[in-house]
Structures are given as structure tokens and as C-alpha cells.
């Protein structure tokens, strides 16, 4: 059963931050609900004070940027983003990664910005959007400030926010047009389940076919999504072969931390946190 609490619903963010900063601790905020009910249903987290979001325009909409990048404000849901014509053209396979989120029902319930403040570190988006250079814009009463997201997440269901600040949105830097990318979901139970494993992956070779940029993040492989820097410095530079790739991706085994549970043991997953980046590596080496 749901302790009591009082909902709140601002229309403004300034409102939503002056909740936050009125209730503190007592306060937590609420986007799509599919996680934080299920806390509360559990008593893991019983808060006095519910701000909804939902009211609030400024966290709404997917906007292009100027320079090429991509803007997806935290109310955002998976559903938006997966059939977003703004996120198909910045790069298909982002949009692929939001579609593959549990089923339809939850991807239009559950937003961007709850997933990321969520820190499940089996989710599927962090990867990807680690992989592409994403920053958090986060909010609080005494402003703006942005988190690169390879450093937004800290612990299992533990992230870089503050007490009183909101995440505002995630903003995507313009990517090359000869970017290569990729996304991996290991699912060896069901289609709709978490992944055993994820991984992303971007590269981009130069004219001499050397590898000039790289970056390969792995999710289900510790209590946070793991950005592979080993194995991205083992290819930086490299000309790339199926033997090299083999090579890169063994190291992932030391760099990744996973947990026993009931989609396998940690050295099962470790094992498949090598193979399914190494298969990610082929996939954009063959392209
Ligand atoms: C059955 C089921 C299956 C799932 N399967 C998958 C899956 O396959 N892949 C996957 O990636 N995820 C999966 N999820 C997780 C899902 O992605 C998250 O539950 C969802 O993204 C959370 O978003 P929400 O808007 O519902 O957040 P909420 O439940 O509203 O909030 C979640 C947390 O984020 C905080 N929060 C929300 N918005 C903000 C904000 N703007 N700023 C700061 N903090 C905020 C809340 O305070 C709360 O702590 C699954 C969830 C369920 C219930």
C-alpha cells in the first residue's frame, strides 16, 4: 500500500523548483510514474510531498539544433522519441534504441528524463547516449549547469542530481555524417525484457581508414552504464581488423562489473559483455 502523501502539480518550472526547495527532502518529483510507483508501492521511497511534471511546458519536445545537435526535454516520452522525424534524422539508431524499451504501453507512459534520473543501470537509453557525447541540463533555483552523461551516473539508482534540481533535458551534439553507429540489446529471455546485456557503440574512420573516433558504452555490465575507455584507446588510431577488434574487446571483460541475477551470473555476463562488443565492433567495421 502507498503511504499518503499531498501531489502537487506547477506549471512552471520556476513553480516545480520553489516545491523542491519548499519541501526538501519530504519532496520527490514525478514524471511518467512507471518507476517511482512501483517504489512507493514497495516503501522504498515515501515521500510526504509528489511534484508532477507532467504541467509543465518548458520540459516538453524534441528540438533540432542549429549546429546539427538534438535537444529531447526530460518530459519526453520513449514513444515520442522512437517515432520523432527530429530523432530519425539526427541518427536512426537512436531512435531504435528508444524502441527498445519493455512494450508500447510503458514507452508511452515513461519519459527520458525519468529514465535517466531513474538509474536503473540496466535501461537502454544511457549507452546509447553515452556513446553519442550526450550532456544532462539540469535545473535548481540557482540555475543551469550540464553533466556530461558519462559522469551523470554515479552508483546503482544513484545519480549526479542535487537535492532541488531538476533534469531539463539532454542535449546531442551534431554527429559526422560518416558516423558509424550501433546499438546491441542481448535478450535472451524475452523481447520486452531488460537487457543481460547492451551495447553502444559509434565509430567514425579516417581518410587514411584508421580509426578516429570511437566510443563503446555497455549497460547491465555494473551498478552504473560503463563507458569501455580501454577498449576505446586499444582502437583509437588503429587500423581496424577483425583480429584488432577481437583483440579491444577482450578488455572489456576487466572494465565491466556485473551483477548475479536472474538473467545470469556476473562471469556470464562478462563473457557476453566481451562478445556482444566485439560483435558491435564487426558490425561497424563491415558497414
Ligand atoms: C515493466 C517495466 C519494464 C521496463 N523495461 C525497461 C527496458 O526494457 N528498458 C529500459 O530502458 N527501461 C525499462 N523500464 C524502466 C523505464 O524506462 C523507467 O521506469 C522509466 O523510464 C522512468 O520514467 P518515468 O517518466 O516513468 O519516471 P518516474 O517513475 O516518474 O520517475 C523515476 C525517477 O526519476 C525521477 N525523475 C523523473 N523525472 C525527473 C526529472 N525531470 N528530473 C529529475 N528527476 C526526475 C523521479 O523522482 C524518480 O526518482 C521498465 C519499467 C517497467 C515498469
Not at 541540463?137 to 534540481?165: K, M, N
Not at 562489473?257 to 558491435?280: F, H, N, Q
Request: glycine share 6%; with cysteine; net charge negative.
Amino acid at each position: 500500500m502507498i503511504a499518503p502523501f499531498d501531489y502537487h502539480a506547477p506549471a512552471s518550472l520556476g513553480e516545480a523548483l520553489e516545491l523542491l526547495d519548499r519541501y526538501g527532502e519530504d519532496a520527490h518529483l514525478m514524471a511518467g510514474g512507471t518507476a517511482l510507483v512501483l517504489l512507493m508501492q514497495q516503501g522504498l521511497v515515501q515521500p510526504g510531498h509528489v511534484v508532477g511534471l507532467r504541467n509543465v511546458d518548458q520540459l516538453q519536445g524534441i528540438r533540432s539544433l542549429d549546429d546539427g545537435g538534438l535537444e529531447l526535454r526530460a518530459l519526453v516520452t520513449h514513444r515520442q522519441a522512437e517515432r520523432s522525424a527530429q530523432v530519425q534524422s539526427y541518427a536512426p539508431v537512436l531512435a531504435e534504441t528508444f524502441s527498445r524499451v519493455a512494450t508500447v504501453r510503458i514507452r508511452n507512459q515513461a519519459t527520458i528524463g525519468g529514465n535517466l534520473a531513474h538509474a536503473d543501470p540496466a535501461q537502454d537509453p544511457p549507452p546509447m547516449l553515452i556513446a553519442l557525447d550526450a550532456q544532462a541540463v539540469v535545473a535548481s533555483r540557482q540555475g543551469r549547469r550540464r553533466i556530461p552523461l558519462d559522469e551523470f551516473f554515479l552508483d546503482y539508482f544513484e545519480t549526479a542530481l542535487q537535492p532541488g534540481e531538476v533534469l531539463v533535458a539532454v542535449e546531442l551534439p551534431p554527429q559526422a555524417a560518416d558516423a558509424r553507429l550501433t546499438y546491441k540489446k542481448f535478450l535472451p529471455r524475452t523481447q520486452d525484457d531488460y537487457a543481460t546485456v547492451s551495447v553502444a557503440a559509434r565509430l567514425r574512420l579516417g581518410d587514411d581508414q584508421r580509426c578516429e573516433e570511437i566510443r563503446v558504452a555497455l549497460g547491465a555490465a555494473a551498478t552504473v552504464p560503463v563507458r569501455a575507455r580501454n577498449v576505446e584507446k586499444a582502437l583509437h588510431g588503429q587500423l581496424l581488423s577483425p583480429d584488432t577488434i577481437r583483440e579491444a574487446a577482450a578488455l572489456v571483460r576487466d572494465e565491466v562489473d556485473p551483477l548475479d541475477d536472474l538473467r545470469g551470473s556476473a562471469g556470464y555476463k562478462r563473457e557476453m559483455a566481451r562478445v556482444w562488443t566485439e560483435r558491435a565492433l564487426l558490425e561497424l567495421l563491415a558497414r
